[in-house]
């Protein structure tokens, strides 16, 4: 092999470094991991075994067990399994837990007994973002993404999806019996051992059939009306057109870094009710009095909005366009003109619609407007089928056209919001490979995805301000 670079010989005896440090360079982000669980208040984050028994068996202490999950998320090992391995041959997490070695159960459960605490230490590391100034711009965006469970969509069943099943296996056992009956007919030494296949077949339809009526009176138990098999908590969600049994991860990013400053895994599929929710925690975690907040159409809900106006946080959020008027040509509510001071709507041909009535709808206090002139008005085939043509105005209306008048003011917060939050999903999808979660339950998964968070605003601050300058932030 002339003319190649040559490796040395392995029965070569060598002179290794007589220390492990030897081997991890001084910007290594292993350093940074050790320097940061370190400093944590364990006892006060409240893991399990931060203080020792004083009988029985020795445990590890929870600082080493922590330190093997954030490196494991930093490197895209997430399995308890894969972490085993790794601690008995890699350098690197040798030289972080000092070579101590606890086998994959151990792991785990470390992991399952101590998802609250988990998500206290992610939330501890964005306080130390806070306190370095990285969040000075006060904006944040808004966004959900579904991420797949562990649970199969066959093991996951609606209503619907039940009744199809049960009529799919009807429908079987009837061609069954069928072609049974048709068996019989036939010569014994031919039909005997085909009404035998039909027989077993037949057999394992009447028990499918039976477990499906067992989940059956389940479903009807849930409150949601829903039964995952392999994970409890994984809901049935439709995403892009397609269904997914999984999670609706919530995130509020920071525009000016794009480091989640709050995130929240919930089992239900709609964003509609998470904005307040999910401002007020990045104003927490921020430290600010003043936030603002974008979010897509997917967030627009009037009592939403209102939370966060009443708490002082300023939503942008565009109306989504539910209204069939303009796609058939005809005006939509956006042509009516409301006067506050008459308390009035102007039509397009300039007549006053005034307050008729309210009313209570969904928990809402509306009001009613119409005209009396719409009759022998000319433009009324362009504006309505009916006899009137009537406009309704929730009471705190005026916080809903205050922000979509900011948002018609800075159009460009719809194009931050999309190259501010897309790009941690995508992000954290690619880390967590295609089957995402790994864990069960709503709190296994929220520690779960609390590590990914942590291990993703650990490698973007150390990209933003370098491995050593992190290091002095985390020992001041």
């Not at 539910?322 to 397009?348: H, Q």
């Not at 009613?368 to 006899?387: D, E, F, H, N, V």
Request: charged share 25%.
């Amino acid at each position: 092999m002339k003319r190649f670079v040559q490796g040395e010989h392995r029965g070569q005896g060598t002179l290794l470094p007589q220390s492990l440090d030897d081997y991890v360079s001084d910007t290594n982000p292993v350093r940074v991991v050790d320097v940061f669980v370190d400093e944590l208040d364990l006892v006060k984050l409240g893991f399990e075994g931060a203080i020792p028994a004083d009988t029985g068996r020795p445990a590890y202490h929870p600082a080493i067990m922590l330190k093997i999950y954030i490196y494991g998320y930093l490197n895209r090992i997430q399995s308890s399994r894969r972490l085993e391995r790794e601690a008995q041959r890699n350098v690197e997490l040798m030289w972080l837990t000092g070579r101590l070695m606890p086998d994959f159960k151990t792991i785990a459960n470390f992991r399952k007994d101590n998802s609250k605490s988990i998500r206290g230490v992610c939330r501890q590391f964005v306080v130390l973002c806070q306190q370095l100034g990285l969040f000075e711009e006060n904006l944040v965006a808004i966004d959900g993404s579904k991420f797949k469970a562990v649970n199969n969509r066959d093991r996951n069943f609606t209503s619907a999806k039940l009744q199809r099943r049960m009529e799919e296996i009807e429908s079987s056992i009837n061609r069954y019996l069928t072609a049974l009956d048709q068996a019989d007919r036939q010569e014994p030494a031919a039909a005997q051992p085909k009404a035998a296949r039909l027989g077993e077949k037949i057999a394992k339809l009447k028990a499918q059939m039976k477990e499906l009526q067992a989940i059956e009176v389940r479903l009807n138990d849930s409150p949601d009306k829903q039964v995952s098999l392999t994970d409890p908590d994984a809901r049935s969600m439709m995403t892009r057109g397609t269904g997914i049994v999984g999670y609706n991860v919530q995130t509020a990013v920071d525009t000016q870094h794009h480091l989640i400053v709050a995130h929240e895994v919930t089992n239900t599929g709609s964003d509609r009710d998470q904005l307040s929710s999910m401002a007020k925690q990045a104003r927490e975690a921020m430290a600010s009095e003043m936030l603002s907040v974008v979010a897509d159409r997917g967030y627009f809900k009037s009592e939403e909005i209102l939370a966060c106006h009443d708490a002082g946080i300023t939503a942008y959020v565009p109306k989504p366009m539910t209204s069939g008027a303009k796609a058939d040509g005809r005006f939509n509510n956006g042509a009516f003109i409301y006067e506050a001071s008459k308390n009035e709507y102007i039509c397009p041909a300039g007549e006053a619609l005034i307050w008729r009535f309210s009313s209570i709808e969904k928990g809402l206090k509306l009001h009613r407007y119409w005209s009396s002139k719409c009759q022998g008005c000319a433009l009324k085939s362009q504006c309505t089928p009916s006899t009137e043509r009537r406009i309704r105005r929730w009471e705190h209306e005026a916080v809903l056209e205050e922000m979509q008048n900011r948002l018609s003011k800075s159009p460009e917060m719809m194009r931050v919001r999309k190259r501010t939050v897309e790009h941690p999903f995508g992000t954290l999808k690619q880390w967590m490979g295609a089957t995402h979660f790994l864990t069960r339950k709503l709190a296994g998964v929220s520690a779960e995805m609390s590590l990914n968070v942590l291990a993703y605003n650990l490698k973007r601050v150390m990209k933003i301000i370098g491995t050593n300058g992190l290091m002095k932030a985390l020992s001041a």
